[in-house]
């Protein structure tokens, strides 16, 4: 596609689901990543992945979060029995190769746990 | 730990003036890049700027240049002749070796124009 592309952009769920966000690269971008930025924040890395393999995992913040790129290209973060911190906006982006390459954001999807 | 600090909450600037947003950083590393994004409210982030620490030249695109002082740990953004499409957040951002696909971001500066 012409950019970075995540659905959905708003996300409302309750206390205790899970949830799944999408992230659709840039057609080609080797590297993906994702980041949390809560209200009034930056954003903060979560994870980060070179094709189908997640080469750093360190930011995801506990066992309730997951993400996945099993064909190299669209990722899905899941996230389970989700709690009321983990409202944020979750931002994916992508680059070509990874290393100091510039890295092209999407929209970001908007997660509220009620 | 590599950390970024802006210390500008918010901004306000009349139309067609100048402003300029300051950042600053902390790194052991000596090769490193910075960053200056753009977030308006579609939450989109757009990259502004970048500077890549080796070169002494501060870089410019159009109405966007940066004051990097490199001995300083500064990276401040200058915007001349401010227009409205110019409100929104600005992120300064670092990406520095080891970790050299992780941007470490500020906490941002919400820039206002007044018409």
């Known amino acids: 596609g012409a950019g970075v592309s995540q659905t959905p952009s708003n996300k409302v769920t309750e206390k205790g689901k899970y949830v799944e966000l999408r992230c659709d690269p840039i057609s080609g971008h080797t590297a993906l990543y994702w980041y949390r930025q809560s209200l009034g924040q930056g954003p903060e890395f979560l994870i980060y992945f070179q094709g189908t393999g997640a080469a750093d995992d360190s930011g995801l913040p506990n066992d309730r979060f997951f993400a996945v790129r099993p064909e190299g290209s669209v990722s899905t973060l899941k996230i389970q029995r989700t709690e009321r911190g983990d409202s944020a906006v979750y931002l994916c982006?992508?680059?070509?190769?990874?290393?100091?390459?510039?890295?092209?954001f999407g929209q970001g999807t908007r997660l509220t746990v009620v | 730990a590599q950390t970024v600090t802006q210390s500008q909450p918010e901004m306000s600037v009349q139309e067609a003036e100048t402003v300029t947003l300051s950042c600053t950083y902390d790194?052991?590393?000596?090769?490193?890049?910075l960053f200056w994004y753009k977030q308006p409210p579609s939450r989109q982030m757009i990259l502004v700027i970048r500077q890549e620490a080796y070169k002494q030249q501060n870089a410019t695109e159009n109405r966007f240049s940066v004051n990097f002082q490199k001995a300083a740990k500064s990276f401040s953004l200058k915007i001349s002749d401010s227009q409205l499409g110019d409100a929104a957040m600005y992120f300064c951002a670092l990406l520095a070796s080891p970790l050299g696909y992780q941007l470490i971001w500020g906490a941002g500066t919400k820039l206002i124009i007044k018409p």
């Open positions: 982006a992508s680059s070509s190769q990874g290393q100091d390459t510039e890295a092209f």
């Open positions: 790194t052991s590393e000596s090769d490193y890049y």
